[in-house]
């Protein structure tokens, strides 16, 4: 005997066409509510604002408390107002925003530079190519740090949700 190629088609060839289709009430689950795909992205944005936020606030926190332990050259130190890395008039960490998920620093003029707030945020990040300014990143080391913390805030909001 010759085996079929598909056997599964041939099986679904012989069912007698009225036992074909599967009634819908033997589909549905009358405990099951389908969620509103409106309401899910609502909580999610709200979510993703307020994981945000916090990112937001742990970025000021760390650079007005310098988490990170960078170090100012004795030069350095008596150009500036204060003893702390990254903060001189506090004009940069009064640019930082946040607008839904996005945080960032605003492209906005200083008036002790000629670098807006975001170029000047991007030097401190970054440094300079000649090492004057070395590289103090703290968005990239908060975020590293934060991502956990984030991670577990999205789970706990599927597991809460019924959905993980």
Request: proline share 7%; aromatic share 10%; no cysteine.
């Amino acid at each position: 005997m010759k085996i079929p190629a598909f056997p599964a088609v041939r099986l679904a060839s012989m069912v007698p066409r009225n036992m074909r289709k599967v009634p819908k009430s033997y589909l549905k689950n009358p405990k099951f509510k389908k969620p509103k795909v409106s309401a899910f992205k609502k909580d999610m944005d709200n979510l993703g604002a307020e994981i945000a936020e916090e990112f937001k606030e742990t970025v000021i926190r760390n650079i007005k408390t310098n988490y990170y332990g960078f170090h100012l050259s004795a030069s350095t130190l008596r150009q500036k107002s204060g003893e702390t890395p990254l903060i001189d008039s506090g004009v940069m960490l009064d640019a930082i925003y946040r607008e839904g998920t996005f945080v960032s620093v605003e492209d906005t003029p200083r008036t002790d530079s000629p670098l807006t707030n975001l170029e000047l945020a991007k030097v401190h990040e970054y440094g300079t190519k000649d090492k004057h300014i070395p590289a103090r990143p703290v968005w990239r080391n908060t975020f590293r740090d934060y991502k956990p913390k984030a991670k577990k805030r999205i789970q706990k909001f599927f597991k809460t949700n019924g959905n993980g």
